[in-house]
């Protein structure tokens, strides 16, 4: 009796609608912190009969690979129809054999572990011992601003006319891409996983993978680096023969330029055969005071050539229009569609 009844006055409420007793600091939701997953790397190693250099190259890779705290790895060996054991071999010493019961070819091993793998990014090197293991973290560097990182051989001790056939296949591949390449038969290379599986149905079962991947690399504007290591001797024999593999060669080269660039082929015809039409006609002219059918001939298919070249240049972007994966260095100021002059 007697007490009075408090009234409460409504809160004059801010005009975020929040009351003034309401502001206080916000309070900072800590989220979980995300646990650090390491990338996966696959590392593919096609062999054929390599038993007497593989198990010391195992044993140096597996040694080189603990030292790289920041990734996790899975070293697929593609046994590629051997009859001394290397599968049997490499399965002992804890790597993931895949089998062949015959030998089918170099790129098709390849492609058999590039289709088994489940890394992030893929390791392709020999398994005869030329590619030397120490030189994977330095590799590994480069990726964090690369799509595809390739060593590059120095050519020291190299042959002087394997020397030479490679300074001859590197100009063409220059040409065709307009980059300077460095080595474009070394198959000591790590790529970006989602790149190279949109490739490899264009990788062919022979020893011309390389190239393959490094005209399709390009011509899709991913960025590409070159890195300096010195080759070791392999062990056994080689597996390829100058003269024989050499000529072949040179014809995939030119087959894989019109199929990446073929106006860069075309053009160069061209012009040629259009040259020696006009060469002709004022030869012609000069002596008989005649156009003769000849030049005429040469002229027509020149223009022939031409058009051949512009249609084939258009179904070449139409394949390369399809969707690839995007460069995950793309907003890199700097850092061109493989990198001017090769990186290296």
């Not at 009351?19 to 190693?45: F, N, Q």
């Not at 490499?90 to 390849?110: D, Q, S």
């Not at 259009?274 to 156009?291: E, Q």
């Amino acid at each position: 009796m007697g007490q009075k009844t408090e009234i409460k006055q409504p809160e004059q409420l801010l005009p975020n609608g929040i009351a003034p007793k309401d502001r206080r600091p916000a309070k900072v939701s800590k989220e979980p912190t995300k646990k650090h997953t390491k990338t996966l790397v696959s590392i593919v190693l096609p062999v054929f009969n390599e038993a007497g250099n593989l198990g010391n190259l195992l044993e140096e890779l597996f040694g080189v690979l603990e030292t790289c705290q920041d990734h996790e790895f899975e070293v697929l060996v593609i046994d590629d129809g051997s009859t001394d054991g290397s599968g049997n071999l490499a399965r002992e010493m804890g790597a993931k054999v895949f089998r062949h019961p015959t030998n089918i070819g170099n790129g098709a091993a390849i492609k058999r572990g590039i289709r088994s793998s489940k890394g992030e990014w893929i390791l392709l090197m020999d398994g005869d011992g030329q590619h030397p293991p120490h030189e994977i973290p330095r590799m590994l560097e480069w990726a964090k601003e690369y799509d595809m990182v390739v060593g590059s051989r120095d050519g020291s001790g190299g042959a002087f006319h394997r020397n030479l056939a490679n300074r001859i296949y590197n100009g063409l591949a220059s040409y065709v891409t307009h980059r300077r390449i460095p080595d474009l038969t070394s198959g000591f290379r790590l790529v970006r996983a989602d790149a190279l599986r949109s490739f490899v149905h264009l990788l062919p079962n022979t020893f011309s993978y390389p190239t393959t991947i490094t005209l399709a690399m390009f011509r899709a504007g991913f960025a590409v680096k070159y890195i300096p290591f010195r080759v070791r001797r392999r062990g056994g024999k080689s597996k390829i023969h100058l003269f024989a593999d050499g000529s072949r060669f040179f014809l995939i080269i030119l087959k894989v330029a019109t199929f990446f660039a073929p106006l860069r082929v075309f053009l160069p015809l061209s012009a040629l055969v259009a040259g020696l039409g006009v060469a002709w006609y004022l030869i012609t002219w000069w002596t008989t005071h005649r156009f003769t059918n000849m030049a005429v001939l040469l002229l027509v298919q020149s223009s022939v050539l031409f058009s051949l070249g512009l249609i084939s240049e258009q179904i070449a972007q139409m394949r390369f229009d399809r969707p690839f994966p995007f460069s995950s260095h793309e907003g890199d100021e700097g850092k061109g569609a493989g990198e001017k002059g090769g990186g290296g």
